[in-house]
């Protein structure tokens, strides 16, 4: 393990690597730091999937690992969807994690790490994705594990959290009453809370090995862009650092723009990148993509911190509305075979948009990070579909084919 | 490509890898004959997934492939579910297959067979997973398509394959009549039928690559027992192919033994093992099991075809009954993290059983294959779980966990 410290992003504070949580002076958000000293190459360790780099993941004994063999998601060139948009266009498909989630990356870390750090109960407040991750990971780890989730969380996204064994606190209202209310218990009963935004220094680091998997993937050849669904924006946050880091170490020389996409009716970091200030909680949550749907209230410096990879990168943020969703999610299932949820479809919905403003141009290499899977929204997609009939001779169904 | 022609697994008659469907002078199922010749090790071909063992696929030319990662899932040790069975026990995920279902494998091959052959329609009659693959590998190809279904499927099934942009038709009764329907309409109009049992000599040949997989992921240790949830059975034939490939080439010297697992309520390969008859039809399947609910009738040689690699591999078959199959679905997702269909964990319901008989001892290295995904049940799993009450403060919140 080459991770040193963790540091406050705000006041360079140093903490060991067995401090949870944020900055103790300040309140700032924990990075973890790394000794990049004499390493020229992305070393491989034995196991398959994410965990192969471990060298740089803040996990020290790989017996504390909770894998699902996660990682290594297929980087697929889409050229239908591409044709259409008159693009080199590719899909990091994240939709066949374990879970259906992204989440499985920093959940994975996560729950290795409050193992290894003697954990026996793990908590998460989610809008579904990193609850289905936490519960599964939990399960595999012989972990007690409660989840508090927004009652508008999806029923879908409920049954699999169920299914895994996890006890879930429903909460009515924002999602942001469910994450105050799981870190309140979690501090009164001294669970390990392992929500996957920046309240932790540990899980965001798993999202650089996306990073690393690009660019094995592309064989040395970089995205232009790379757009991703943001909520707060860890996975933005952690591709970046990814891709800093192969920098770092001499792999690369260029950084790809990032691109953060959000929902119109909860774009707290579109807001602050369009006027140029800080991220402010977005007022009245209203959108179809349940996993992008956070005000971030009470943790607007998250978003701060993901406004700031963003304009690092020379990247740019966007909000797309719940029928330019709708539409990117139907696009890419029918013309790829990629089912996503809505949410995941966001970095696909934006890319039309971005092209007819003229930033992302025709000739460029294009990534979007497709984060969950359809199943996720499987019941909002059956109800948009009419009924079929039944049919039970050849006559009937030849009747049937032909009326379309 | 190494395959040089289909032949007749009963009369011997040989012919053109153009051949589609069974054979013209017996009916008998075809198989695909290679030239092993020269050969003693796995080629990889510049493919992620399955693809990479093109060499041993039945399609020539590499544009033709139509892939969506497919392949090369993750092969878990589950230590506290084997704990619990005093075993050392695997599982081998094909949850995590782009579609959800195993059957991402055999239709890969299946729609990039159909496009070198210049279909543009196909079609398939389907329990549920074959057609959301059928359907999401259509797509990425840009054929037409058209899937007939038991009017049994869960909604979930349904809703996933409708959202790849399929026509769906839905047959009353049996899955059966939906099986037949679907032959004659595609022989009426000419559309190429990818039925994923035997009907086709291509697509079993891609579930050779689950056996090559597992032989690489043991790192040349072979399992004594694999078991498997069966319908027809090409899963279990093509691993059995799989593992007879690699002893001809000489890469292993003795051939795992195969168990397939039904459904007590539609068991028509188990019943002939026990009683050493040929397949019969089911007379009335009734199982929650929708991938494993087949009844065979009007292909019941494709049960024997399948009888016959159990036996082969001096194997065994076995039925379980409903509560086992919700059972086992249960420990897989509370102990492991890993969320399946039903009928995707057939093959861990049957390991109890078969130790308690001693058929399966405890030192023993076994794989269940595990088929499909617990989204493709979704809802069936939500209705089985109570209400969760909604909480709005901290104190709630902590009542409720009090209370459990």
């Known amino acids: 393990m080459r991770a040193i410290h963790a540091q406050c992003i705000l006041c360079a504070a140093k903490y060991e690597l067995t401090k949870l949580y944020t900055c103790e002076k300040c309140g700032g958000i924990l990075d973890v730091i790394y000794d990049y000293h004499g390493l020229s190459k992305l070393n491989k360790a034995a196991f398959p999937g994410m965990w192969a780099y471990m060298e740089l993941l803040p ?15 297929p980087l697929l060139s889409v050229p239908r969807l591409g044709e259409n948009l008159n693009l080199n266009l590719y899909v990091k498909n994240e939709t066949v994690e374990p879970t259906g989630s992204f989440k499985d990356r920093p959940i994975s870390v996560a729950v290795s790490k409050a193992r290894e750090l003697g954990a026996k109960t793990v908590t998460t407040s989610s809008s579904g994705n990193a609850g289905a991750s936490v519960a599964a990971y939990a399960a595999r780890a012989g972990l007690e594990c409660y989840i508090f989730v927004p009652a508008s969380v999806p029923q879908d996204k ?35 809370n392992l929500t996957s935004t920046f309240a932790s220094p540990y899980p965001t680091e798993a ?90 209230a009470g943790y607007e410096q998250d978003g701060d911190y993901t406004l700031w990879a963003i304009k690092q ?39 039309e948009k971005l092209m007819a403003m003229k930033i992302i141009k025709p000739t460029e290499l294009v990534v979007s990070v497709v984060t969950g899977s359809g199943f996720k929204d499987n019941a909002s997609y059956g109800k948009t579909l009419p009924d079929l009939p039944v049919v039970s001779s050849v006559e009937e169904a030849e009747r049937l084919i032909d009326a379309k």
């Open 59 to 73: 996990v020290r004994d790989p017996r504390s690992v909770i894998s699902l063999g996660e990682g290594w998601t």
């Open 158 to 192: 409920l049954t699999q959290i169920r299914m895994y064994g996890a006890q879930v606190v429903q909460v009515g209202g924002e999602f942001s009453n469910a994450y105050h209310i799981a870190k309140e218990i979690s501090e009164r009963r001294g669970w390990s």
């Open 207 to 296: 999202n650089k090995t996306v990073a690393y998997e690009l660019w094995e993937q592309l064989q040395g050849e970089l995205p232009d862009w790379i757009l991703i669904p943001i909520a707060s924006g860890p996975l933005l946050v952690g591709m970046y650092k990814g891709f800093c880091e192969l920098k770092e170490i001499g792999l690369i020389t260029k950084i790809p723009r990032f691109i953060g996409v959000q929902a119109e009716g909860c774009a707290p970091i579109v807001r602050a990148f369009m006027t140029g200030t800080k991220v402010v909680a977005w007022e009245r949550t209203e959108t179809i993509a349940s996993g992008i749907s956070d005000s971030l």
């Open 313 to 351: 990168s020379n990247g740019y943020a966007i909000a797309v509305s719940d029928q330019e969703l709708i539409r990117a999610s139907q696009d890419l299932a029918r013309l790829e075979g990629i089912y996503a949820e809505t949410t995941g479809a966001a970095s696909i919905a934006a890319v």
